[in-house]
């Protein structure tokens, strides 16, 4: 009766994980289907992210499909920059190893300016590059 008891949380927990892995993989399934429009996707545990053509679309992942989306035009925007916690990184060789990155879209029309949260450092500075470069070809 003891080895049952002590073997009791170990099985818990494993049930816990594969829940967990079972939630993460729906969210995966529905966003490749919700990407599956655009040309370029990204997705993380903060959020998606598309493009297509002059437009962005970027919302919450659930296991059902994205929601909360938003989308603008990349014709709105005056600048485009990489914050990690708050900071503006003006160089992308001199990456933070640590922090919480966004970018943010600073907007033509008003002093509003909207956060795109991710996970990677790294990805959030390639993503800056990505779009600047699309802002300038339109």
């Known amino acids: 009766m003891e080895r049952g008891l002590l073997w009791l949380p170990l099985l818990l927990g494993f049930f816990g994980l594969a829940w967990a892995g079972w939630n993460e993989y729906q969210k995966v399934e529905a966003y490749r289907h919700w990407a599956a429009d655009f040309d370029n996707a990204k997705y993380d545990l903060y959020a998606v992210l598309a493009h297509k053509g002059c437009e962005m679309t970027w919302g919450k992942p659930t296991r059902k499909a994205p ?12 600048k485009i920059r990489l914050l990690v916690s708050d900071r503006i990184i003006e160089a992308e060789e001199n990456l933070p190893s640590k922090g919480k990155p966004e970018l943010e879209f600073c907007l033509y029309h008003c002093q509003e300016t909207i956060k795109v949260p991710f996970t990677d450092i790294e990805l959030a500075a390639k ?12």
Request: charged share 35%; net charge neutral; hydrophobic share 35%.
């Open 67 to 78: 929601i909360n989306l938003q989308t603008l035009s990349l014709k709105d925007v005056e």
């Open 127 to 138: 993503w800056r590059q990505y779009l600047q470069r699309v802002k300038d070809e339109n």
